[in-house]
């Protein structure tokens, strides 16, 4: 299938590995150009060359914090006009809501939040000015299905979700749309340092628990970059026009409920 979005220009934070780095790759083999956007300089150079090496687009890297007002503003000078809009921010390491103060929940909120919503802002009314905008920000299945250790993000991804329902109402008549994908467990490096996170707790081995939460899954197995890259292409597509305003899950199918 053509995606239709050939030429066309995405900012995508947050996109240096993971699922951030699979999603810039997939709209790049569509053949749009990418500015990617991290804090780790040499990590994000070399997302840039596999990506650049791989599909022939123009690649920008852009290193810098985008909580940050000096990293928003070096991302949107880098990218001024962006066609898709990608909102990417790593969660905090899993613990005990007792021990956070509120320099904590601040920080939470800046990452995963606020930061996305200056972004938006930033963006959408030329999206919405010339005719067609794709937003979409990955936020976590904790949205729908809450972990206790999780919290941060729980809350934190929870206001994003909530203020994004009532904006992509009003954007989505100029063919600009705003999702949220919610994923699951995924083979990635996001994934391993959640875990690591839990074994003092758990008292078990990381292999252990590895295994167990894949066992756990209907798919039985973590999902692959690659089928999320995917999933962020075909939303960020010329065909994806009447999608807005979803909490759209790619879990291998964990979440246990019907609606």
Same mark, same amino acid.
């Given at each position: 299938?053509?995606?239709?979005?050939?030429?066309?220009?995405?900012?995508?934070?947050?996109?240096?590995?993971?699922?951030?780095?699979?999603?810039?790759?997939?709209?790049?083999?569509?053949?749009?150009?990418?500015?990617?956007?991290?804090?780790?300089?040499?990590?994000?150079?070399?997302?840039?060359?596999?990506?650049?090496?791989?599909?022939?687009?123009?690649?920008?890297?852009?290193?810098?914090?985008?909580?940050?007002?000096?990293?928003?503003?070096?991302?949107?000078?880098?990218?001024?006009?962006?066609?898709?809009?990608?909102?990417?921010?790593?969660?905090?390491?899993?613990?005990?809501?007792?021990?956070?103060?509120?320099?904590?929940?601040?920080?939470?909120?800046?990452?995963?939040?606020?930061?996305?919503? &200056?972004?938006?802002?930033?963006?959408?009314?030329?999206?919405?000015?010339?005719?067609?905008?794709?937003?979409?920000?990955?936020?976590?299945?904790?949205?729908?299905?809450?972990?206790?250790?999780?919290?941060?993000?729980?809350?934190?991804?929870?206001?994003?979700?909530?203020?994004?329902?009532?904006?992509?109402?009003?954007?989505?008549?100029?063919?600009?749309?705003?999702?949220?994908?919610?994923?699951?467990?995924?083979?990635?490096?996001?994934?391993?340092?959640?875990?690591?996170?839990?074994?003092?707790?758990?008292?078990?081995?990381?292999?252990?628990?590895?295994? &167990?939460?894949?066992?756990?899954?209907?798919?039985?197995?973590?999902?692959?970059?690659?089928?999320?890259?995917?999933?962020?292409?075909?939303?960020?597509?010329?065909?994806?026009?009447?999608?807005?305003?979803?909490?759209?899950?790619?879990?291998?199918?964990?979440?246990?409920?019907?609606?």
């Amino acid at each position: 299938m053509d995606l239709g979005i050939r030429g066309r220009k995405a900012l995508l934070c947050g996109a240096s590995r993971g699922l951030g780095k699979a999603a810039a790759l997939a709209v790049a083999r569509e053949g749009v150009d990418v500015t990617i956007v991290a804090r780790t300089p040499d990590v994000l150079e070399r997302a840039a060359k596999e990506i650049r090496d791989a599909t022939g687009v123009r690649v920008t890297a852009v290193a810098g914090d985008i909580t940050t007002e000096q990293g928003r503003s070096a991302a949107l000078k880098a990218c001024p006009e962006p066609d898709i809009l990608l909102n990417n921010a790593d969660g905090p390491l899993p613990g005990d809501f007792r021990t956070w103060t509120r320099d904590t929940w601040i920080e939470a909120l800046d990452a995963m939040m606020l930061a996305p919503i &200056e972004m938006i802002r930033a963006t959408v009314d030329g999206m919405m000015a010339r005719g067609f905008g794709r937003i979409v920000n990955i936020s976590s299945r904790s949205v729908k299905i809450p972990q206790l250790e999780l919290g941060l993000s729980n809350g934190a991804r929870s206001g994003l979700v909530g203020f994004v329902a009532g904006l992509a109402r009003q954007t989505v008549h100029r063919n600009v749309t705003i999702n949220n994908i919610l994923p699951g467990i995924f083979d990635s490096d996001a994934q391993k340092r959640h875990i690591e996170g839990m074994l003092d707790d758990l008292g078990k081995s990381f292999d252990q628990v590895w295994q &167990e939460r894949a066992a756990a899954s209907p798919a039985k197995r973590y999902g692959k970059t690659e089928e999320f890259g995917a999933y962020f292409a075909f939303l960020c597509s010329a065909h994806a026009g009447y999608i807005s305003g979803q909490n759209l899950l790619i879990d291998g199918g964990s979440y246990p409920g019907t609606y």
